[in-house]
């Protein structure tokens, strides 16, 4: 009598790809039916994602779950505390294996352990691969043995050590069980619908989605991407981040494409090399929040704390509308608002407004940035946040403030990114256009613009704000004395 093999659970999070997966790898070799499933867990032991991820999350399961039917398996979509859903399957199919890429979040880090143990000491093994990061946090660590709290150290070591995996296809055919009830996405209601705020994102989420990003970015913007990449009217970016976050495309074969044009002759070496180190600068926020978990609600000099952050609802409410009266500031926020997505160079920029020139708390921006950003990485956030804020590791100093002023002449020097997205400027000579307050009344009356009422008046001066934000610093114990 032949008894039917028991089938292994294949549980989908941030790795919605089918190719360069090693979850879904082992799970298929271990030559038994598959029961691919994602949990959709808003449980105290994870971060909820923002709206703007869960627009993309809706986007990304339609397209996995089509590629898992056309090779025989079903997508099940459950919801609820992951431990109880997947003790639930289990109890349903017989099976009594797990295979899953790690989360290496904090407490989701700690949340998977958990379950792994509590499942192990029922009889079920787990099996946790890493298909996210270049390489497990932990394995790149400095000569005392520690974590590396500097970038560039951090990136040289991580590239002479990393083992790149070799590329996986997606299997031809996953074998399954049928017969499984789950929930149907459309009832997760992830995508918003009155009003439909996301009615013009221009982003195709999914792996072959996250494959055309790629090819169009190797065949365009990389050739110039070291230069290019800090101008915001210029399309140089990969845009990859999404794809990135949400595990559409591993980072290796993104870095691997790039050196391939590199060695091909279709691109200078040395904007492969920049790329790879902008893909190296994730890793880094990644493997800073595992081994420091705090960075999510405190600084990572803990001395910042002390800043003496201002409440300012009104400051903060225009920073978030793209009301602030500094044209790149505001084209930066109306962008994100219009694309969950905002140019590098451009989040510096109102980052350092919020921080500085505002004097709001960090934890603001980055609640507002989780929120909207399609690519809201819980590590990259908090961490390009501190970058600005000059608390972070490796951060900017805090007396670098950016003149919003001078950053948009010099990085949109002929205005199509502030035309583009703050259309009341639009007719307003280059001259002007940066800081539409020092232009001529009879100016300002050609280009139909009245300030305070087609476009604000600057919320706050930025020379005064600039000396206040140095006064605060030097108020820290130890504060610098020095400004640029």
Known sequence: MTTRPRPVILWFRKDLR???????????????????????????????IGAASRWWLHGSLRVLAADLRARGASLLLRRGDSEAELRRLIEETGADAVYMNRRFEPDAFVHDADIAQALKADGVECHGCNGALLCRPGTVLNGSGGPYRVFTPFFRTLMATASVPPPMTAPAAIASVRGLSGEALEDWALRPTAPDWAAGFDWTPGEAGAGDALAAFVSGGLKSYSKGRDRPAEPATSRLSPHLHWGEIHPWRAIEAARRAASDGRIAPAEADKFAAEVGWREFSAHLLHHFPQMTDTAFRPEYDRLPWRDDPAGLRAWKRGLTGYPVVDAGMRQLWAMGWMHNRVRMIVASFLIKDLLIDWRAGEAWFWDTLVDADLASNVQNWQWVAGSGADASPWFRIFNPVTQGQKFDADGRYVRRWVPALKDVPDRWLHAPWTA?????????????????????????????????????PGGSQTGD
């Open 440 to 476: 001529p009344p009879a100016v300002l009356q050609a280009a139909g613009v009245r300030l305070g009422r087609d476009y604000p008046a600057p919320i706050v001066d930025h020379a005064e704000a600039r000396d206040r934000a140095l006064r605060a610093l030097r108020a820290l």
């Open 18 to 48: 089918l190719g360069d997966n090693p979850a879904l790898a082992q799970a298929v070799a271990a030559g038994r039916p598959v029961v691919p499933v994602f949990i959709f867990d808003e449980g105290p032991a994870v971060r909820p």
